[in-house]
């Protein structure tokens, strides 16, 4: 591999500009700072002349050793390296024996598109994560369903819902090399963030269901694999709010809510203090 300094002289002797980020994405962590070696400022010239001086710099550096002996494959490659390089900038010509067949050139990858969806994200007294996929937080009538629900299996939250609207992707027009991996990584990066309130996530509700979003969560049975937390999915609140089917099977659930909810908190309160 080229080292950092060396590429940057071959693209600058090219005439090439190196472009660097100059601001951090949403949530991500901060790049390690380093300092570059600048190269020593050099008398201006031509860059086709630079870059053979450059060329011919890492030709005398590189160890001398016995080429392997070339497979099939390799004999219908075109040359790369210095070589190629030179010939390129007009000096030695290329081998005709060299050239590729046509059916061999590198195919081009075409640019992935990002995952996208949209989340309401709350968290009951920082221990139990609320998801809803939707674009909007839930209006007065869905904000008041969900709590009688809560307080019909007897999760009865200190502090009020407050619902967050996550977006996926959070800046458009980025490159994207692997879309489920990054989806995955920025909502754990979010949810990551709210730690610093608090949140400390034991358990997933998630009212609603998005094909896409199930892809990033991965819910299977009763465990989230995403976040490695105990999970049940269930109709959106829409769809409770006009379904008497859907809150009659939602019903027997509720028990298993207040047992978990509770028994969390009691096992809490009897911790022996340390000391």
């Not at 790369?80 to 059916?103: I, Q, S």
């Not at 939250?157 to 090399?177: A, I, K, N, S, Y």
Request: aromatic share 6%; proline share 11%.
């Amino acid at each position: 591999m080229t080292p950092e300094p060396q590429r940057r002289q071959y693209l600058e002797a090219m005439g090439l500009t190196s472009w660097e980020a100059r601001y951090r994405l949403p949530n991500a962590r901060p790049t390690p700072a380093c300092d570059w070696q600048r190269p020593e400022p050099v008398a201006v010239e031509a860059p086709g002349e630079r870059l053979h001086a450059l060329l011919d710099e890492a030709a005398r550096d590189a160890p001398a050793r016995p080429s392997p002996e070339p497979t099939a494959r390799e004999r219908g490659q075109r040359p790369a390296g210095p070589g190629k390089a030179r010939a390129l900038l007009g000096g030695e010509p290329l081998d005709v024996a060299e050239e590729p067949a046509g059916d061999e050139e590198r195919s081009v990858t075409e640019p992935a598109e990002a995952l996208r969806f949209t989340l309401q994200v709350a968290c009951l007294d920082g221990r139990w994560l609320l998801l809803l996929p939707r674009e909007r937080k839930p209006d007065a009538t869905g904000q008041r369903l969900l709590a009688n629900l809560l307080q019909a299996a007897g999760v009865l939250p200190e502090r009020p819902l407050d619902f967050e609207t996550f977006q996926w992707p959070q800046m458009e027009g980025l490159p994207v090399d692997a879309p489920l991996e990054e989806a995955r990584q920025g909502l754990q990066a979010f949810l990551e963030g709210r730690r610093r309130r608090g949140w400390a996530p034991e358990r997933l509700l998630l009212f609603g269901h998005d094909t896409t979003l199930a892809t990033v969560l991965t819910v299977e049975g009763e465990h989230c694999a995403l976040l490695d937390l105990p999970a049940w999915q269930g109709p959106g609140l829409d769809e409770l709010a006009d379904s008497a089917e859907a809150k009659r099977a939602l019903w027997p659930r509720l028990a298993g809510w207040r047992e978990a909810w509770h028994g969390s908190s009691e096992n809490d309160d009897a911790a022996p203090a340390g000391g």
